[in-house]
């Protein structure tokens, strides 16, 4: 369960929508693809999901490179499109057990029930899908993704339009299948990102500006610092993880990490210690304090 990217390009005419971008998700993580409209998200997923073909470079899911194995892939991923198409004037149940004939599923009716109620559509579920409101047609469009119960979900604003209500409901919906599978989500929401996602991946002018955990982007709770630090030494991983106060350790290049620290108080000063007491010389030390909103402006305006 993974999507892979590599050396992404696609041209509109002149215009380069994305410009050899490059990721790798792997299976139980929720990604944030964040990024100012016109970036390229939608680009990227419709790529992803076969709708679309790059210019240039390779997009694959599972291991499948989407261009030549189209049928194959679409198997495998659950897509909620931006505009989240639907066909109006067709009843909530007819539309999913159409969707649900399409993917060839067993026990329909079963599986259809189950969406209606995962989603939280049962009060709905007698209408025309014109007659609903544009929550409760998102709500449509999480069904329809999921319904096949596909292991990669690449979902393009899934809670745009939500209510605050139905966006808690949502949003836990989403972290739990994320736990399982592979979940690529495009929001505006900042707040979301944090609440959902495990790392995000930021697009601006398709290009890729970020690619983080959250707890890495993210330091608008004082209590979670970012630290950038470089040894002479190699240092392993969980020896960093040893430090009290360490909660991740990310290394970037060489001998440099990122560290994100639960503790209100200055590591650097209990990190000059750990150096010192394990024979490591410390050539630099960075404490970061940034908001995820900060963190987007800065690499994406202009
Ligand atoms: N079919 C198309 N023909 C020409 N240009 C297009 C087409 N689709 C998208 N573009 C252009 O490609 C760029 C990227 O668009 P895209 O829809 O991927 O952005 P986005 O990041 O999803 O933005 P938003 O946040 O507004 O949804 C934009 O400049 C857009 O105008
Ligand atoms: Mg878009």
Redesign the pocket.
């Known amino acids: 369960m993974s999507i892979k990217v590599e050396n992404l390009t696609k041209l509109?005419?002149e215009?380069k929508?994305?410009d050899g971008i490059s990721f790798d998700i792997p299976s139980g993580q929720i990604v944030g693809f964040l990024?100012?409209?016109?970036?390229?998200?939608?680009?990227?997923m419709k790529i992803l999901t076969g709708y679309l073909n790059a210019t240039s470079g390779m997009a694959s899911v599972n291991g499948l490179e989407v261009e030549a194995n189209g049928i194959a892939v679409r198997k495998q991923i659950g897509y909620l499109p931006?505009n989240n198409p639907q066909y109006l004037d067709m009843y909530v149940i007819e539309y999913l057990n159409f969707v649900a004939s399409v993917y060839h599923l067993k026990n329909i009716s079963k599986r259809v029930a189950t969406m209606i109620e995962m989603t939280g559509l049962a009060p709905e579920r007698k209408k025309k899908i014109g007659q609903l409101s544009k929550g409760y047609r998102q709500r449509i469009g999480l069904a329809q993704a999921m319904i096949h119960d596909p292991n990669v979900l690449i979902l393009?604003?899934p809670t745009s339009g939500l209510d605050p209500n139905q966006l808690v409901d949502i949003r836990k919906l989403i972290v739990e299948i994320g736990k399982e599978k592979t979940v690529i989500l495009?929001t505006?929401i900042m707040q979301e990102v944090q609440a959902m996602c495990d790392r995000a991946i930021i697009?601006n002018q398709?290009k890729i500006v970020a690619d983080d955990t959250i707890g890495i982007l993210t330091s608008k709770d004082k209590k979670r610092l970012v630290i950038e630090i470089e040894f002479v030494e190699s240092v392993s991983k969980e020896k960093l993880l040893s430090v009290e106060g360490v909660m991740e350790a990310t290394q970037t290049k060489g001998n440099n990490w990122k560290l994100v620290t639960n503790k209100n108080e200055d590591m650097r000063i209990r990190l000059f210690d750990f150096a010192k007491n394990n024979n490591f010389t410390l050539i630099k030390i960075q404490q970061q304090e940034q908001s995820m909103e900060d963190v987007f402006k800065q690499l994406t305006s202009k």
């Open positions: 509109y005419g215009q929508a994305i990024g100012p409209n016109g970036a390229g998200k939608s680009t990227t931006e393009d604003e495009s505006h697009i398709g």
